[in-house]
Every structure is written in C-alpha cells, then in structure tokens.
C-alpha cells in the first residue's frame, strides 16, 4: 500500500507529495516539527505536544497553520490513510513559501504544513533485554534546544558518531562536563539510593513528551525524581541508566563509552520504569476501545 501524506491541503500519496524549493523550511531550517506515537488510532499524549508544538511556533514568532482541533483532526487522518496500529504522525511547520531573504517575509505568509505517518516496529526484545550503549559527544547546538526546530544537523553528526562506533546513542556533554540529552532522546540516571535523575527543563535540553509523563507516572508511585544537572562522570559511576523518547519509550542504557554500568545487564529499576510506561500505554489504547 502507497503511504499518504498530507501536504499544505491535500491528502497525496507519497510520489507526489512535494513542497516548494523556496519553502523556508527547505531554504533556512525556518520551521518546527512535532513526533507522536499511534497505538490503535491514538495519539499517546496528543494534548501535551500539541501544547510544546504551539510553544515553539510562539518562540519562533510562526502562527499555526489551523486551528489545533483541526490539526488533530488532519493528524488522525493522516494515521488512518496509512493503516497501522502501532507507529508514528510527524508533523512540520515551516514558516511558508518565499523570496529568499534572512528576514521574515510578509506576514500574509501562510505556514506550510507537512503531515507523513509511518508503521514503526517494536523495540527488538533483545535489545531491551540487553541494553544499549552510548556514547559522549561535546555539545555543539544552539543556546535554545527547547525548541523543536528543524534545523538538527549537530544531532545528525553526533548521531552518526555513535552509529560508527556502535553505539545506540550519543550523550552531549556541555562545557562545564554536564550531560544535556542525546541527539534524538532524554538522558536520565538512577543513584545508589534509587532517585531518577534527569536535566531539568531548560534552554539546553528538549522537554521530552516521553520524559515528560514518565516524570509524572513515576511520582504518581511515590518515586523520587530529581530534576537537576548531572556529569558525564557521575553518569559513569551510576547504578543505572537509561534513556527516554517517543520511539524508544524507556530504553536501558548499560554503557557509556567504554564504562560498563553495574553488571551491564539492565537495571531492575530501569525495567520496572519501562513496564510502568508500557502499563500507561496500554491503558491509554483500552480508554477508546
């Protein structure tokens, strides 16, 4: 089956799906993008990214292209035309079609929206099983991460650093040895005494969806969250680690470059987390059914 996508109007298969060469988004990276995950139709936490979608246009001075009840609708749509039960709805917003120029262009400018929607397979049981490793890269990104813009070349070059040498993921590390977030994901530790650490919200770090409810299902169980700055050494010298995104869910992380955490088996802590999301997902799919 030809996937669907939604492009600025119209419903197109994807051979025909385009966009204009002097698109800003194409020209300038002048656009924002949100991920989510479909599970039987259901957008897992649709409201919270809607919510951090019209943040980053606000900070990024773009108005939306509809409505936000007409955009879930499109969103929803779109995940239908593509018949899957389990996978992920991207959305982007470039701020439209214009002359090539560094300011921003009339603000008759309408928005440009692209929808595409895809099956993802689930996480290889073995690989949750196992664990991953990741690598630490200095972090050469702008000062406002907690945008969701497009233009995400340092997450690709530190990305492919981590595929190249084998690893899972990449670890950005500040100037001052602080760990911010990997390239596609939230990086979180647990200490001897149990406590998840994970970067507080800031300019430095995307306020994951993901990390976002795992915060909130994990106090919900009495669970200690501390939202602070953390080393690379003290990532090192954890207990456990792991790693959170829209894709990868709750993923344990069982090596940091070469340090070997624990016995290099997934911690009891880090899976009993991933089985309380897992538990949230499954309940969100039965509250439609």
């Given at each position: 089956?030809?996937?669907?996508?939604?492009?600025?109007?119209?419903?197109?298969?994807?051979?025909?799906?385009?966009v204009h060469i002097e698109d800003r988004g194409y020209q300038f990276s002048d656009g924002?993008?949100?991920?989510?995950?479909?599970?039987?139709?259901?957008?897992?936490?649709?409201?919270?990214?809607?919510?951090?979608?019209q943040?980053?246009?606000?900070?990024?001075?773009?108005?939306?292209?509809?409505?936000?009840?007409?955009?879930?609708?499109?969103?929803?749509?779109?995940?239908?035309?593509?018949?899957?039960?389990?996978?992920?709805v991207y959305l982007q917003i470039s701020r439209g079609v214009a002359r090539r120029d560094h300011p921003f262009p009339s603000p008759d400018t309408p928005p440009a929206l692209v929808v595409t929607a895809r099956r993802t397979p689930p996480m290889s049981a073995r690989v949750i099983a196992e664990g991953v490793g990741v690598i630490s890269q200095p972090?050469?990104?702008?000062?406002?991460?907690?945008?969701?813009?497009?233009?995400?070349?340092?997450?690709?070059?530190?990305?492919?650093?981590?595929?190249?040498?084998?690893?899972?993921?990449?670890?950005?590390?500040?100037?001052?040895?602080?760990?911010?977030e990997g390239a596609s994901t939230n990086a979180w530790i647990i200490n001897s005494e149990g406590h998840l650490i994970t970067r507080p919200v800031e300019n430095a770090i995307l306020n994951g969806i993901t990390r976002r409810r795992l915060i909130?299902?994990?106090?919900?169980?009495?669970?200690?969250?501390?939202?602070?700055?953390?080393?690379l050494a003290e990532a090192k010298s954890a207990r456990e680690a792991f790693l959170t995104s829209t894709t990868a869910f709750v993923l344990p992380v069982v090596r940091i470059d070469e340090t070997v955490l624990g016995n290099g088996r997934p911690g009891s802590h880090t899976m009993g987390l991933r089985?309380?999301?897992?538990?949230?997902?499954?309940?969100?799919?039965l509250e439609t059914d």
């Open positions: 089956m030809s996937r669907i996508a939604y492009v600025n109007g119209r419903y197109l298969p994807h051979g025909a799906a385009t924002v993008y949100e991920v989510i995950a479909v599970r039987n139709g259901v957008l897992i936490d649709g409201e919270w990214h809607m919510e951090r979608l943040r980053s246009l606000s900070e990024l001075q773009i108005r939306m292209p509809m409505a936000a009840a007409a955009l879930n609708v499109v969103l929803r749509e779109t995940a239908r035309r593509n018949r899957f039960r389990e996978g992920i972090d050469i990104r702008w000062d406002r991460c907690d945008i969701k813009s497009i233009s995400l070349l340092p997450n690709v070059l530190v990305k492919q650093a981590a595929r190249v040498q084998g690893a899972f993921e990449a670890w950005q590390v500040d100037q001052d040895g602080f760990v911010t909130a299902l994990a106090r919900a169980q009495d669970m200690t969250v501390e939202e602070r700055p953390f080393t089985q309380l999301y897992m538990n949230f997902l499954a309940e969100k799919t």
